[in-house]
């Protein structure tokens, strides 16, 4: 029993990183239909950065802040000069660009800053706290905490006001947003711009636990582009259980089984939802999106 | 209100519009009509300025707005309801009707929300219901009150009446004609050409990307050749 607390707590640590990450891809996919393939390199760039900053001696909430404000002008840069450029092209070129630009971007990572792997201290120290039998790091009470607010502050944005509104109006009929006055092209670079500190923000919450390095952010785009489809692409809270479901499945597998399967047993699950369910948990059918 | 010179525009290298002129005054409601393909949607589209125009120049209002971007048209009153309504189907009608009035966020939305739901009392019934759930003449009524909350001077309407029952297209080009008591100038495009030269003051004919006929739809109503070609008598 404390087994499978302890399992779950695990589980659910990862799979708030994951739903940071698959959210960030929900975001970009609504407004431009593009699956976004740097994603992941917006969570590295957040560690990195912070990572960075804090040893030229800023404080570690003003190195965080420099990351992720960073991280998001570094996403509106890439929207501004590679996909805004691009206007009128397919999807598939879009997305083709955004793999440019993931590699791009790690290599950047590779020269600007180093190989080697990094972390910086816990935001409240590392000491186990004890629940039920089981125990969870402070750090873990961050990552859940932080992705809980990000997740109720963008819903309050898309339900609430109406610049939320205008992303959502943007991503259902593009042409109809423009008659009534939205600027489409602002929507887009507020959505990059908004992954990306979504997914810098990740990246400062989970360093401390996973460390980073340059290429860190291949692995987690895969993971939270899984967990977005096994959600249902476009549906933010698919993002959500999909990431905590995919993070569920690891940590179990992992200490059941073996962590050599952890990654295979979540893919089988995803492929067999996927195969029952074509759009995901929580998607929507290809004639509701129309 | 709006003037159009020698208007040309193209997909790609296909020009479908070679040189359109046109003009609507203040208070009057002008149509186009034309068969399928003549270029009326491109039309509306330059002037809304989401198409390009790869020549000749729009005046609205006196202000030569031929390159101003899309989302500042109806910024400066010039509104469209497009052709297949475009309503955003995947918000609730009410939230339709406040995106209508994006560009603004005084006190006289609600008012004007109150009027959308007067003129079009259904709307009012459904107003949390999901839009794409609504029928074809609720989803036109939808797209004409989102177009008005924008509060424009000018409207321009994209065939309101396709694929509606008779009766709904009554009902839509009546509206249309009270548009007028709004002191909204109307350019309505159709190809139930009767039906719209029965409202209109002036109309013009477009065939092939160019304008062949214009004058008082009283007169393009009497007239033997459009009453072959468009009226089917
Ligand atoms: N997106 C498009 N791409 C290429 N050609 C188009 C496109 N839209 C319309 N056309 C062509 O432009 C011409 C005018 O079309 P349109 O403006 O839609 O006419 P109408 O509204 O009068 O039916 C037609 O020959 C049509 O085939
Ligand atoms: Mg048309």
């Given at each position: 029993?404390?087994?499978?607390?302890?399992?779950?707590?695990?589980?659910?640590?990862?799979?708030?990183?994951?739903?940071?990450?698959?959210?960030?891809?929900?975001?970009?996919y609504n407004a431009s239909g593009v699956v976004n393939f740097a994603q992941g390199e917006f969570v590295m760039l957040g560690g990195m950065i912070t990572v960075f900053a804090h040893a030229?001696?800023?404080?570690?909430?003003?190195?965080?802040?420099?990351?992720?404000?960073?991280?998001?002008?570094?996403?509106?840069?890439?929207?501004?000069?590679?996909?805004?450029?691009?206007?009128?092209?397919?999807?598939?070129?879009?997305?083709?660009?955004?793999?440019?630009?993931?590699?791009?971007?790690?290599?950047?990572?590779?020269?600007?800053?180093?190989k080697q792997l990094h972390r910086f201290p816990s935001f409240s120290g590392d000491d186990p706290i004890a629940i039920a039998g089981a125990t969870i790091l402070p750090q873990s009470l961050?990552?859940?905490?932080?992705?809980?607010?990000?997740?109720?502050?963008?819903?309050?944005?898309?339900?609430?006001?109406?610049?939320?509104?205008?992303?959502?109006?943007?991503?259902?009929?593009?042409?109809?947003?423009?008659?009534?006055?939205?600027?489409?092209?602002?929507?887009?670079?507020?959505?990059?711009?908004?992954?990306?500190?979504?997914?810098?923000?990740?990246?400062?919450?989970?360093?401390?636990?996973?460390?980073?390095?340059?290429?860190?952010?291949?692995?987690?785009?895969?993971?939270?582009?899984?967990?977005?489809?096994?959600?249902?692409?476009?549906?933010?809270?698919?993002?959500?259980?999909?990431?905590?479901?995919?993070?569920?499945?690891?940590?179990?597998?992992?200490?059941?089984?073996?962590?050599?399967?952890?990654?295979?047993?979540?893919?089988?699950?995803?492929?067999?939802?996927?195969?029952?369910?074509?759009?995901?948990?929580?998607?929507?059918?290809?004639?509701?999106?129309? | 209100?709006?003037?159009?010179?020698?208007?040309?525009?193209?997909?790609?290298?296909?020009?479908?519009?070679?040189?359109?002129?046109?003009?609507?005054?203040?208070?009057?409601?002008?149509?186009?009509?034309?068969?399928?393909?003549?270029?009326?949607?491109?039309?509306?589209?330059?002037?809304?300025?989401v198409q390009p125009v790869a020549a000749g120049r729009i005046v609205f209002r006196g202000d030569d707005v031929t390159r101003t971007a899309g989302h500042r048209r109806l910024g400066a009153?010039?509104?469209?309801?497009?052709?297949?309504?475009?309503?955003?189907?995947?918000?609730?009608?009410?939230?339709?009707?406040?995106?209508?009035?994006?560009?603004?966020?005084?006190?006289?939305?609600?008012?004007?929300?109150?009027?959308?739901?007067?003129?079009?009392?259904?709307?009012?019934?459904?107003?949390?219901?999901?839009?794409?759930?609504?029928?074809?003449?609720?989803?036109?009524?939808?797209?004409?009150?989102?177009?008005?909350?924008?509060?424009?001077?000018?409207?321009?309407?994209?065939?309101?009446?396709?694929?509606?029952?008779?009766?709904?297209?009554?009902?839509?080009?009546?509206?249309?004609?009270?548009?007028?008591?709004?002191?909204?100038?109307?350019?309505?495009?159709?190809?139930?050409?009767?039906?719209?030269?029965?409202?209109?003051?002036?109309?013009?004919?477009?065939?092939?990307?160019?304008?062949?006929?214009?004058?008082?739809?009283?007169?393009?109503?009497?007239?033997?050749?459009?009453?072959?070609?468009?009226?089917?008598?």
């Amino acid at each position: 029993m404390s087994e499978l607390l302890q399992f779950t707590f695990s589980g659910l640590t990862v799979g708030a990183v994951y739903a940071l990450v698959a959210l960030g891809f929900t975001i970009i996919y609504n407004a431009s239909g593009v699956v976004n393939f740097a994603q992941g390199e917006f969570v590295m760039l957040g560690g990195m950065i912070t990572v960075f900053a804090h040893a030229a001696g800023a404080p570690l909430p003003a190195a965080a802040a420099l990351a992720v404000v960073a991280t998001a002008a570094i996403g509106i840069l890439l929207n501004k000069l590679a996909i805004e450029r691009a206007r009128g092209a397919s999807v598939v070129t879009l997305i083709i660009i955004t793999i440019g630009a993931s590699i791009f971007l790690r290599g950047a990572a590779q020269l600007g800053f180093d190989k080697q792997l990094h972390r910086f201290p816990s935001f409240s120290g590392d000491d186990p706290i004890a629940i039920a039998g089981a125990t969870i790091l402070p750090q873990s009470l961050w990552m859940l905490f932080g992705a809980a607010v990000v997740f109720a502050a963008l819903y309050l944005f898309f339900t609430r006001s109406l610049t939320g509104k205008a992303v959502l109006a943007t991503a259902n009929n593009k042409l109809a947003a423009q008659l009534v006055g939205i600027d489409t092209d602002f929507v887009m670079a507020l959505s990059f711009g908004l992954s990306a500190a979504i997914g810098a923000l990740a990246g400062v919450l989970a360093t401390p636990i996973t460390l980073t390095s340059y290429d860190a952010g291949t692995a987690l785009a895969l993971k939270g582009f899984a967990a977005a489809m096994l959600g249902g692409m476009g549906n933010p809270f698919g993002a959500l259980v999909g990431g905590l479901l995919v993070g569920l499945i690891e940590a179990t597998t992992a200490g059941y089984l073996s962590s050599d399967y952890k990654d295979a047993a979540a893919f089988v699950v995803i492929l067999a939802v996927l195969f029952a369910m074509p759009q995901g948990l929580f998607g929507k059918s290809a004639q509701e999106r129309v | 209100m709006l003037s159009v010179e020698g208007l040309r525009s193209r997909y790609g290298r296909i020009e479908v519009l070679h040189g359109v002129d046109l003009e609507v005054k203040a208070g009057e409601i002008v149509t186009v009509i034309g068969a399928n393909g003549a270029g009326k949607t491109t039309l509306l589209r330059c002037l809304s300025g989401v198409q390009p125009v790869a020549a000749g120049r729009i005046v609205f209002r006196g202000d030569d707005v031929t390159r101003t971007a899309g989302h500042r048209r109806l910024g400066a009153g010039l509104a469209q309801v497009p052709e297949g309504r475009q309503i955003f189907t995947n918000l609730t009608v009410e939230e339709n009707l406040r995106l209508g009035a994006y560009l603004f966020s005084d006190d006289r939305v609600d008012s004007d929300m109150a009027e959308a739901f007067a003129m079009f009392p259904v709307l009012r019934e459904k107003r949390n219901q999901r839009a794409g759930g609504l029928s074809g003449g609720q989803q036109q009524m939808l797209a004409m009150a989102r177009a008005l909350m924008g509060r424009p001077n000018c409207l321009l309407l994209d065939e309101p009446s396709m694929g509606l029952a008779p009766i709904l297209v009554d009902q839509i080009l009546d509206v249309v004609r009270n548009l007028k008591s709004l002191d909204v100038t109307v350019l309505l495009v159709e190809q139930n050409a009767y039906a719209a030269l029965a409202i209109a003051d002036r109309g013009y004919v477009m065939e092939t990307g160019r304008v062949t006929m214009s004058g008082p739809a009283a007169e393009l109503i009497a007239d033997a050749r459009i009453r072959e070609a468009y009226l089917g008598v």
